[in-house]
């Protein structure tokens, strides 16, 4: 068992930024691929982006690439999405997640475990 927590989230500007971070618990961080995810009210979630187990390959969503960009930190267990140029669509619960398989996949069914979600609100 894989325990995440989001943290970061919060109310922006449009235009404005806004860096998240994602814990994981437990030795095997280094092994998993790190995806983002977010889902708007009355919409399904939707992949942002994800990172490899060694944080050299990323892979984005057309709707966030060249504003949104992923990193981690396997010596402190944590995976971040920094957030640039913000729209008032980008306004939606983020949620980091484990794909233990250690490949980027934008597919949700590919992850394992999930994190409860921080909330981000991009004001017009």
């Known amino acids: 068992q894989v325990h995440l927590v989001e943290s970061g989230g919060g109310l922006v500007q449009a235009g404005g930024s806004l860096r998240l971070s994602c814990a994981a618990s437990?030795?095997?961080?280094?092994?998993?691929?790190m995806g983002w995810f977010r889902q708007a009210p009355g919409k399904d979630r939707e992949f942002v982006g994800a990172?490899?187990?060694?944080?050299?390959?990323?892979y984005y969503a057309g709707s966030v690439k060249g504003r949104f960009t992923i990193s981690r930190d396997n010596a402190k267990n944590t995976v971040y999405l920094q957030m640039n140029s913000l729209k008032p669509e980008d306004t939606a619960v983020y949620y980091c997640?484990?794909?233990?398989?250690?490949?980027?996949?934008?597919?949700?069914?590919?992850?394992?475990?999930w994190g409860q979600g921080t909330q981000v609100t991009v004001s017009s």
């Open positions: 437990g030795r095997t961080f280094s092994t998993y691929a």
């Open positions: 997640a484990v794909d233990r398989k250690g490949w980027v996949s934008s597919e949700k069914g590919e992850y394992d475990y």
């Open positions: 990172i490899n187990r060694r944080g050299d390959s990323t």
